[in-house]
């Protein structure tokens, strides 16, 4: 198969797969050897094994790094520090790498495009997620503000039992607008002794900012 045959089938795609290949070339070695070639030539971009996009040049639709997230490691939803980051602006570290959770193990994926990283959490808390629209319109499951920042409380080692942890560690910002009854909704799916007791505080501090 030429190249340009190629273009005319996925250049629609976002995201290429290894079964897409297979359905329309028969079998994967009678391309894996073009789609090597392909890559190295800078044509095609590998996100993953078994997953890879046309690069921007012959890719006439966008891809945003939420949707690459999505879809090569399932399932999943964006969270912790890039949800608190980029979609919510609780931290004011600006994050280059694409956080997730999923129920898969804990894993992280380089490809030309970023990294992207996955925490294995428990079936009962994956959970507190939404479809959200992504730059192109595509939708994402992109975690709650409230589930953004449980999830990177849970998964911290050390925490200061204290609102210092959320003002001065955390440099935790916005956050007056925080849903109290999801936060301690979600806290339940856990069953974690520590973020029940940061529960209280966390609370205290939000009804404090609202008072001024």
């Known amino acids: 198969m030429k190249f340009r045959e190629f273009c005319k089938k996925f250049n629609k795609y976002q995201i290429i797969t290894y079964n897409d290949l297979i359905f329309f070339s028969g079998s994967y070695d009678s391309i894996k050897?073009?789609?090597?070639?392909?890559?190295q030539e800078?044509?095609?971009?590998?996100?993953?094994?078994?997953?890879y996009t046309l690069s921007n040049e012959y890719r006439p639709v966008g891809l945003s790094l939420e949707h690459v997230s999505n879809r090569i490691y399932t399932p999943s939803y964006i969270s912790l520090e890039y949800a608190l980051s980029y979609f919510y602006k609780m931290i004011p570290e600006v994050v280059y790498e694409v956080t997730a959770i999923s129920t898969n193990k804990t894993a992280s994926f380089t490809n030309n495009l970023g990294r992207f990283s996955y925490r294995n959490i428990k079936k009962e808390a994956f959970c507190g997620y939404n479809l959200v629209p992504d730059?192109?319109?595509?939708?994402?499951?992109?975690?709650?503000?409230?589930k953004a920042l449980l999830d990177k409380m849970y998964f911290e080692k050390y925490i200061d039992f204290h609102k210092t942890y959320f003002l001065e560690n955390m440099r935790l910002q916005n956050y007056e607008g925080l849903n109290i009854r999801l936060l301690q909704s979600y806290?339940?799916?856990?069953?974690?002794?520590?973020?029940?007791?940061?529960?209280?505080?966390?609370?205290?501090?939000?009804?404090?900012?609202?008072?001024?």
Not at 33 to 39: E, M, S, T, V
Not at 135 to 146: K, Q
Not at 187 to 212: A, E, F, G, T, V
Request: avoid cysteine.
């Open 187 to 212: 806290i339940k799916k856990w069953k974690s002794q520590k973020l029940q007791k940061m529960l209280p505080i966390l609370i205290n501090l939000i009804k404090k900012d609202r008072k001024q």
């Open 135 to 146: 730059e192109y319109g595509i939708p994402v499951l992109i975690a709650t503000r409230e």
């Open 42 to 51: 800078g044509k095609i971009i590998q996100l993953k094994k078994g997953f």
């Open 33 to 39: 050897n073009n789609i090597n070639r392909w890559r």
